[in-house]
T-cell receptor, first 112, second 114 residues
Framework: GESVGLHLPTLSVQEGDNSIINCAYS??????FIWYKQESGKGPQFIID?????DKRQGQRVTVLLNKTVKHLSLQIAATQPGDSAVYFC???????????FGAGTQVVVTP | DAGVTQSPTHLIKTRGQHVTLRCSPI?????VSWYQQVLGQGPQFIFQ???????GRGNFPDRFSARQFPNYSSELNVNALLLGDSALYLC?????????????FGDGTRLSIL
């Protein structure tokens, strides 16, 4: 049978295509946001971060967009590769000292 | 350079027992945070320590406690274990623990309660 909480939203992407992962955050006072990638059996791996005084930041093959008006974050992955298959979490920093609040996560599956 | 290291990687306990989980931060990092991750969900914040002082605590019962040592390593202790404590326990470190520094995670300790 199925269990509550085991069904993450899933994004299926063909290898070589671009991926867009969306995240709604909860606290309008949050000033700092991070995207993490978590592969099976491992801890979350830092991908990219963005501060609230920015609306876009680019890294290697990744771009994060921040829309504070609607409290929305997105992560764009260019030319998605099989190694990008993982669960992706957005996290917001709600306090001045670093307590992270994580979103529910999105499972990305890259197909050949 | 070594990342965040956690021990043990896996642990099986029975209800009512206690457990101690250990974490070594990235060299030079002074802040350590602990998170609990239940299968299929995002990590939930438990504690943050900086310079051996507790900076914050999440919504967890008093059965959960932690401490940070002079070398910045940390221990998470859980007493009177319940079945619901079965989870992946993650440790993260950052330079100062301030808001705008990314936290880097270890691979966690998988705790199973029978």
């Amino acid at each position: 049978g199925e269990s509550v909480g085991l069904h993450l939203p899933t994004l299926s992407v063909q290898e070589g295509d671009n991926s867009i992962i969306n995240c709604a955050y909860s606290n309008s006072a949050s000033d700092y946001f991070i995207w993490y990638k978590q592969e099976s059996g491992k801890g979350p791996q830092f991908i990219i971060d963005i501060r609230s005084n920015m609306d876009k930041r680019q890294g290697q093959r990744v771009t994060v967009l921040l829309n504070k008006t609607v409290k929305h974050l997105s992560l764009q992955i260019a030319a998605t590769q099989p190694g990008d298959s993982a669960v992706y979490f957005c996290a917001e920093n709600e306090d001045s000292w670093g307590k992270l609040q994580f979103g529910a996560g999105t499972q990305v599956v890259v197909t050949p | 350079d070594a990342g965040v290291t956690q021990s043990p990687t896996h642990l099986i306990k029975t209800r009512g027992q206690h457990v101690t989980l250990r974490c070594s931060p990235i060299s030079g990092h002074k802040s350590v945070s602990w998170y609990q991750q239940v299968l299929g969900q995002g990590p939930q914040f438990i504690f943050q320590y900086y310079e051996k002082e507790e900076r914050g605590r999440g919504n967890f019962p008093d059965r959960f406690s932690a401490r940070q040592f002079p070398n910045y390593s940390s221990e998470l202790n859980v007493n009177a274990l319940l079945l619901g404590d079965s989870a992946l326990y993650l440790c993260a470190s950052s330079g100062s623990g301030n808001q705008d520094q990314p936290q880097h995670f270890g691979d966690g300790t998988r705790l199973s309660i029978l």
